[in-house]
T-cell receptor, first 117, second 112 residues
């Protein structure tokens, strides 16, 4: 089974621009989560999508948004880029937790390295 | 201003020795915990997980121990190999669905 794929792998943008990152989950996985990784803050949760709906959200400003398509592929968008948005953006997929309150293992992609100049 | 980078603890072990990496988690209501390994330039790789109704779980060369009383998680790696050198993260799931909160990470260096 193919793993989680993310495109592009590297991206350079300038302040004020916007960017869209893409994630294709493992086949059969319906949940996609996004994380930001920086040397200063570590790994931080952005949001999770399941069946095209945002199910969980982290503490990031509204400039960060996402969506999920009917084939479970997901995109995240960052508008009005700031220098501090430079980071590795990671996508993780998992199957749906069948029991209320349970969760399943998240498998990560290689990430998109975003540099904001 | 410039943010201060996380100062990750480092564990240096000799090849063949056992490694123990520790982690304190934050929420006593968390019901699911995972250990990930991250090598340079790659995404986190799943190692092993454990649910809160268990105290111990074993995998291939790895064991995770969960102590809910003191909110502590540990990862034991048997017969550590050079390929185990990486940053190790523990993570807890706080809410229904998938919302992981990660620890800062521990650097494991294996000396040959």
């Amino acid at each position: 089974k193919a793993g989680v794929t993310q495109t592009p792998r590297y991206l350079i943008k300038t302040r004020g621009q916007q960017v869209t990152l893409s994630c294709s989950p493992i086949s059969g996985h319906r949940s996609v989560s996004w994380y930001q990784q920086t040397p200063g803050q570590g790994l931080q949760f952005l949001f999770e999508y399941f069946s095209e709906t945002q199910r969980n959200k982290g503490n990031f400003p509204g400039r960060f948004s996402g969506r999920q398509f009917s084939n479970s592929r997901s995109e995240m968008n960052v508008s009005t880029l700031e220098l501090g948005d430079s980071a590795l953006y990671l996508c993780a997929s998992s199957s749906f937790g069948l029991l209320s309150g349970s969760t399943d293992t998240q498998y990560f992609g290689p990430g998109t390295r975003l540099t904001v100049l | 201003g410039e943010s201060v980078g996380l100062h990750l603890p480092t564990l240096s072990v000799q090849e063949g020795d056992n490694s123990i990496i520790n982690c304190a988690y934050s929420n006593s209501a968390s019901d699911y915990f995972i250990w990930y390994k991250q090598e340079s330039g790659k995404g986190p790789q799943f190692i092993i997980d454990i649910r809160s109704n268990m105290d111990k779980r074993q995998g291939q060369r790895v064991t995770v121990l969960l102590n809910k009383t003191v909110k502590h998680l540990s990862l034991q790696i048997a017969a550590t190999q050079p390929g185990d050198s990486a940053v190790y993260f523990c993570a807890e799931n706080l809410e229904y669905g998938n919302k992981l909160v990660f620890g800062a990470g521990t650097i494991l260096r294996v000396k040959s």
